[in-house]
């Protein structure tokens, strides 16, 4: 599976964006998916996963109430819905794959395929 993360770019802060992820492939319906961002000098962190069928989402504490992730398996494609953003939410957010089943969908170490990354800017 081949990733392409897209809709990074810069938005005022309470702002929203949505970013997308296609994947290559005719199994992304059998993939568990998941977003990630890093900000500058920080570590990676989880932000939202959902399972094969869409019947199971997963979000960080912190977004759970800004951020939707969602999924369309006609059109190979993963989305992140962020709302409400701040500037503690600039970051470059990456997409994530794995068929196999999830060890702990927060984990970075539960995905096998990324994508490159897109980059989200929140001004103050």
């Known amino acids: 599976v081949q990733l392409q993360a897209s809709g990074g770019g810069l938005v005022q802060a309470g702002g929203s964006l949505r970013l997308s992820c296609v994947a290559s492939g005719r199994t992304f319906s059998a993939h568990h998916m998941g977003w990630f961002r890093q900000a500058p000098g920080k570590e990676r962190e989880f932000v939202a996963a959902?399972?094969?069928?869409?019947?199971?989402?997963y979000y960080e504490d912190s977004m759970k109430d800004r951020f939707t992730i969602s999924r369309d398996n006609v059109k190979n494609t993963v989305y992140l819905q962020m709302d409400s953003l701040k500037p503690e939410d600039t970051a470059v957010y990456y997409c994530?794959?794995?068929?196999?089943?999830?060890?702990?969908?927060?984990?970075?170490?539960?995905?096998?395929?990324w994508g490159q990354g897109t980059l989200v800017t929140v001004s103050s």
């Open positions: 959902i399972s094969w069928s869409g019947g199971n989402t």
């Open positions: 994530a794959a794995e068929s196999l089943p999830w060890g702990s969908p927060r984990s970075s170490s539960a995905y096998s395929y």
